[in-house]
């Protein structure tokens, strides 16, 4: 029923997916969608997301959706059968799934009679914290596994994860890492760096534990009270905002600017110095890359991929939960000027070999060509 495709071929993919949250999942599948309509595919979104820019709207195929959560949603039983039908009458021949976006990624792969090939991207990471938290995070990890490894190719964006599919029994043929990729052209150093004697420290993300904005807040407020000529941006939204009084705090030091359009946050990061996510769950994530590839050295904590992929060189590793580490990294950023400057162009060095979308999309070419095949 499904014909088998070249690497090269341009085909009709169906990806499966949230398109309208402000987190990492949303905008890499955004950026997967773009890229390979502007590399001649053709591409269809099934959804629960209201709002849908990066694909045609005559090519968006909602459902209804229950969210339970910025990470998950409950779907209504009958995704399987409308992606089924549709893919039949559109002549979808492949059919990507987000991990980590809805209920329908779990029982998608028990109606394959009826489906194009699968390729699944998991998207959950590690997690660093007390040991109910670790727990819970833990079993919904397993379970996502368990999802997963029913796919016909499955795409990592950490290269940790594959030891752990090898141990659940996935062969190691099915998994494909395919870390984040950046828009290097629109996230870039400014033409000139800004001199106004602060020190501009910026967050981006969750206003959530799990991105340690709490930590960061406590951190920050402590440094500040030492280095008064510091300020702090947060972009995002979240749980946590009720710890930022009225947008603002500090006399003014703190600045909380909601959730904005992605393609504004480049401007804001090109205004600040140093970025900083104390994160318990996770690993070198999309914000992190996307704050390198402006230039900015990285206050972020060593857990995952960080330890491997974040050279000393290229910023500042922390312990997770640890208010007073974070203190000395920022304050060896703000009073090392040269040092500061130097890490931010080897974080953009590193962007640009590493981490362009370009060799992603190519990367995950191949991947719908092994589904297929």
């Not at 009679?113 to 109910?132: I, K, Q, R």
């Not at 938290?133 to 379970?143: E, G, H, K, Q, S």
């Not at 994160?279 to 999309?286: D, E």
């Amino acid at each position: 029923m499904w014909r088998d495709r070249r690497e090269k071929d341009c085909m009709r993919v169906g990806m499966v997916s949230k398109f309208h949250a402000a987190d990492g999942l949303c905008v890499r599948a955004s950026y997967v969608a773009r890229g390979l309509m502007d590399r001649g595919h053709e591409v269809y979104a099934f959804t629960q997301s209201p709002d849908v820019q990066v694909i045609p709207p005559e090519r968006v195929h909602r459902f209804r959706a229950v969210q339970l959560n910025p990470h998950f949603s409950l779907d209504v039983p009958s995704v399987p059968r409308l992606i089924a039908e549709r893919s039949q009458e559109l002549g979808i021949e492949i059919i990507h799934v987000q991990m980590n976006s809805g209920s329908t990624e779990a029982i998608l792969p028990f109606f394959k009679n009826h489906l194009p090939p699968l390729v699944v991207t998991f998207h959950l990471a590690y997690a660093a914290g007390p040991a109910l938290y670790r727990t819970v995070f833990r079993i919904a990890w397993d379970l996502s596994i368990y999802a997963a490894k029913h796919y016909d190719q499955i795409v990592l964006v950490d290269p940790s994860q594959k030891r752990y599919f090898i141990r659940y029994g996935v062969p190691s043929e099915r998994l494909t890492v395919i870390r984040n990729g950046v828009d290097t052209q629109l996230f870039r150093p400014p033409k000139k760096q800004p001199d106004d004697g602060i020190v501009d420290f910026v967050f981006v993300g969750r206003l959530s534990l799990d991105k340690g904005v709490d930590v960061l807040l406590d951190a920050f407020r402590k440094y500040h009270h030492e280095n008064p000529n510091t300020r702090l941006t947060l972009v995002g939204d979240g749980i946590l905002k009720w710890m930022i009084e009225n947008g603002n705090d500090n006399n003014g030091s703190i600045h909380w600017l909601g959730t904005i359009p992605h393609d504004q946050v480049p401007a804001i990061l090109q205004k600040s110095d140093v970025f900083v996510i104390p994160q318990n769950i996770g690993g070198l994530g999309l914000s992190v890359l996307e704050a390198m590839s402006c230039g900015l050295p990285v206050i972020t904590t060593a857990i995952g991929e960080t330890t491997r992929l974040l050279g000393d060189n290229e910023g500042v590793l922390v312990q997770p939960n640890d208010v007073d580490a974070v203190v000395d990294a920022m304050r060896f950023l703000a009073e090392n000027d040269s040092t500061r400057l130097r890490m931010g162009e080897r974080c953009r060095q590193k962007v640009e070999r590493h981490y362009s979308w370009n060799v992603q999309l190519e990367l995950l070419e191949g991947v719908y060509a092994r589904a297929c095949s």
